[in-house]
Nanobody, 123 residues
């Protein structure tokens, strides 16, 4: 049974930093694409950053470029999201997701999702 488990959320003041972790387990073969998505109050879930793990190719939403960094470890079973210079608009539930194959913009193509971790940024 495939699982994605996130950790590392919390509450910080604007300008602060947080690091999220996502551990993937139970996969017979490693997902090609892993990424972070978030859902803010009253908004649809959106893509934050994804990484195509075989090549390390990344895609960042414009709103987080230069502030967030995705990385992998442990033979790509763990994905991190380093979030710096956090803003109140970064507040939301952050989800880790995975898919076989290339990273896609269509969220419905991600077969596995974690339970989410809350990130709250106060001004």
């Amino acid at each position: 049974q495939e699982h994605l488990v996130e950790s590392g959320g919390g509450s910080v003041q604007a300008g602060g930093s947080l690091r999220l972790s996502c551990v993937a387990s139970g996969y017979t073969s490693k997902p090609g694409c892993m990424g972070w998505f978030r859902q803010s109050p009253g908004k649809e879930r959106e893509e934050v950053v994804t990484i195509y793990t075989p090549f390390g190719t990344t895609y960042y939403a414009d709103s987080v470029k230069g502030r967030f960094t995705i990385s992998t470890a442990n033979a790509k079973n763990t994905v991190y999201l380093q979030m710096n210079s956090l803003k109140p608009e970064d507040t939301g539930v952050y989800y880790c997701a995975a898919a076989y194959g290339l990273c896609q913009r269509d969220l419905s193509l991600y077969a596995w999702w974690g339970q989410g971790t809350q990130v709250t940024v106060s001004s």
